[in-house]
């Protein structure tokens, strides 16, 4: 029944692998286990979520048995770690700290000090919103017994890659420009192991990941970690079956099944916009969770997991800010941050001001923490995102005043050493366009070169409602601004659809992407008479915004030519009802994307995206 | 810098084998178990399904909900 043969490669039509990475010491099991996580990441949840060596490494080198990282190890002890205690991205820690320190090392099976000696040393040091940075790991399993094979073919065909390590000869490490020193172990470009003395002189352990295999070659498809330069096939070989003690199915051969990674908030952020938000806690790590507004301008919040149910209607414990979250004018828009995973809420009040919320998830109990009011005249919804300047990442919010201009506010989140214990004050950073008559929850950060880490800059874009009728985005200019001046200037770029009279929400997926370097295509979706409109740009939105070009203020981008493209349309299938308005849109785990909708007779309803078409969905109770 | 400096003889791998547990010492996987769970990955639970892993009864989402998505348009366009 399993599959003849399988390469996570490229599996139907998608990449599903992180680019193959390069080891600078003896640390292979650690890119193994990471290589897993990441792999898994992205099998199950659809995300390109680049985790850190270095942040296991370095933790293990010195709080788990004195083993120092670049010393030999096996996996299991890396996925226990990680199971403990997760695994950060790169941004969060990644660059070793040279230095030496006294290292005790445990005599061979007894465990007892044998001595200490000076290692070469890296020590640990994390950004202080690590917490909320990292992907969990509820468990991971041995694969072994009698059928080894056959279940190592059923894993990585129904489940996904696994580690393992073997017996590493010379004639499987020694390439030179693309070819092998020793051609006569690759037949047909399989590794078969020399048996040749001198080459099994020189074995030594190895692991690998194990990412397909075909029967007809009879061999399995194993990613190394020697960068892509190694090898036949950039980074990737083809390993004969069987060959007993010189063959992969040995040892160290470890699994994750999908149900056990949950994502961090981080890698997740460019997926969603407005009051919806796919968590990484309950069901599978799936939960959907929506924020409303409600009679007497309160906030419902409502949960999904078999079917959707009413959650709790917002209120906070006392000795809060305001003692008021009755306060409620608008849609909120709601981020997951890497505060702890908090959920963050900010939307606009009776009174005409931003009111920020969040939900306190350091402890078991969480409860909601109120950090007050800002603003005033403010007539619209919030885009709020939390962007990679500093870790924790400032949060950044684009609203329109009652003048019909865009304020750009945002929160320095980064300069105190415990950011989550201040109630920092929330400044208006710049002012900028006219006419608009509508903001909507469509703020996004792009992709900076080295993206996955803090403080590279990276440009905002931002799409509005003129009091024309169509949609422009906006673009701020963060990689031509001057960081010891002005802050960056928004620049106005084209226009598109038409009679446009309700909010839009805008995200990035991961359609076109082809590994974790490559942005995501933009999704925009609005209600436009009665009716959902999605619109996308129709060319791959990597450059949206130029920024590439050195003078982007020279051009003209109110004429030029809107690469937006009307994609799809969707109705309510609610008798006698229309669409009012988009609240919400994520992509989810299911690489659907999915939304919610208000109804003109005042119920949510939520639609989805997949195989080619929008479909209506439930309609929340 | 050629591409054999890089990786010279001996440097880099890293396993301790005795340190990894042997597939011989650990018991076979129960996939009846494991592959009767839902996952996010349409193309697996299709391939799950079909492979008679899965059960209709298991699914957390509807049965209508079961097909493979199609690639998106742009995707398709990219690769002409």
Known sequence: ?621 | MTKTKRYPKGVPRGADLSRTVKAKDVPSVDFEKLLSVDTSNPHLRALRIQQGFLKDEDLQIKSDDKKLPKQHHLEKKEKK
């Not at chain 1, 390109?48 to 299991?76: M, N, Q, Y």
């Not at chain 1, 590279?456 to 409602?465: E, G, N, Q, R, S």
């Open chain 1, 1 to 621: 029944m399993t599959s003849s043969s399988v390469d996570w490669r490229n599996r139907w039509g998608h990449s599903w692998l992180t680019q193959v990475k390069a080891q600078d010491c003896g640390d292979c099991y650690l890119f193994a286990a990471v290589g897993l996580v990441e792999a898994m990441l992205r099998i199950e949840h659809n995300l390109w979520s680049l985790r850190s060596e270095g942040d296991a490494g370095d933790s293990i080198s010195f709080f788990v048995d004195h083993h120092p990282k670049c010393t030999p190890g096996g996996p299991e002890e890396v996925l226990n770690w990680i199971k403990q205690n997760g695994i950060a991205d790169p941004g969060c820690w990644e660059t070793p700290q040279a230095g030496t320190q006294d290292v005790t090392i445990a005599a061979p099976d007894s465990g007892a000090p044998q001595g200490i000696v000076k290692q070469e040393a890296h020590v640990a040091m994390p950004t202080p919103d690590r917490p909320g940075r990292i992907a969990k790991l509820d468990d991971w399993i041995s694969l072994g017994g009698p059928s080894i094979h056959n279940d190592m073919k059923t894993w990585i065909d129904t489940i996904g890659p696994i580690t393992t390590c073997f017996n590493c000869c010379e004639d499987f490490m020694a390439y030179s420009d693309g070819k092998p020193t020793y051609p006569d172990s690759w037949v047909n470009d399989v590794y078969i192991c020399s048996k040749d003395p001198k080459n099994l002189a020189s074995s030594d352990g190895h692991c690998i990941l194990v990412v397909g295999y075909d029967d007809d070659k009879q061999a399995w498809l194993i990613r190394n970690s020697w960068g892509p330069e190694w090898g036949p096939m950039n980074g990737y070989a083809w390993f004969g079956y069987g060959q007993g003690d010189w063959g992969i199915e040995i040892g160290g051969i470890c699994g994750i099944h999908n149900k056990d990674v949950n994502p961090d908030p981080w890698s997740k952020r460019r997926f969603h916009n407005g009051n919806f938000y796919e968590d990484g806690e309950g069901m599978h790590y799936r939960n959907l969770e929506v924020w409303t507004q409600y009679t007497g301008n309160q906030i419902r919040h409502y949960s999904h997991t078999h079917h959707w149910s009413l959650v709790e209607t917002l209120k906070l414990p006392s000795g809060s800010a305001t003692m008021n979250v009755n306060d409620c004018a608008g849609v909120p828009s709601v981020l997951s941050s890497t505060y702890f995973r908090n959920y963050e809420v900010i939307y606009q009040t009776n009174s005409g001001k931003l009111h920020h919320l969040s939900y306190d998830r350091r402890v078991g109990s969480p409860t909601w923490t109120d950090w007050g009011t800002f603003g005033k005249d403010i007539e619209g919804i919030p885009a709020f995102i939390q962007i990679n300047y500093g870790a924790p990442g400032n949060f950044e919010v684009v609203v329109r005043n009652s003048q019909g201009q865009l304020e750009n506010w945002w929160r320095d989140n980064l300069t105190v050493d415990t950011p989550w214990a201040f109630k920092k004050p929330w400044v208006l950073k710049s002012t900028f366009g006219s006419d608009v008559l509508l903001s909507g929850a469509t703020l996004v950060q792009q992709w900076g070169d080295g993206q996955p880490y803090i403080d590279i800059p990276a440009a905002l874009d931002l799409v509005c409602v003129n009091k024309d009728g169509k949609m422009q985005r906006w673009w701020r200019d963060d990689p031509h601004a001057d960081p010891n001046n002005s802050p960056a200037n928004w620049v106005p770029c084209e226009k598109f659809g038409e009679n446009i009279a309700s909010p839009p929400v805008m995200i990035r997926s991961d359609f076109m992407t082809t590994n974790e370097t490559v942005p995501g295509n933009y999704e925009l979706c609005v209600a436009v008479n009665g009716e959902i409109q999605h619109w996308c740009p129709e060319y791959h939105c990597s450059t949206c915004g130029r920024p590439e070009l050195a003078e982007p203020e020279k051009i003209d981008w109110a004429d030029a030519d809107s690469p937006w493209t009307l994609f799809r349309t969707i109705k309510t299938n609610v008798p006698g009802t229309d669409v009012q308005q988009v609240l919400g849109l994520i992509q989810s785990s299911r690489r659907r994307l999915e939304l919610i909708a208000l109804l003109t007779n005042g119920k949510f309803q939520h639609f989805h995206y997949d195989n080619g078409a929008w479909t209506p969905g439930h309609v929340l109770p």
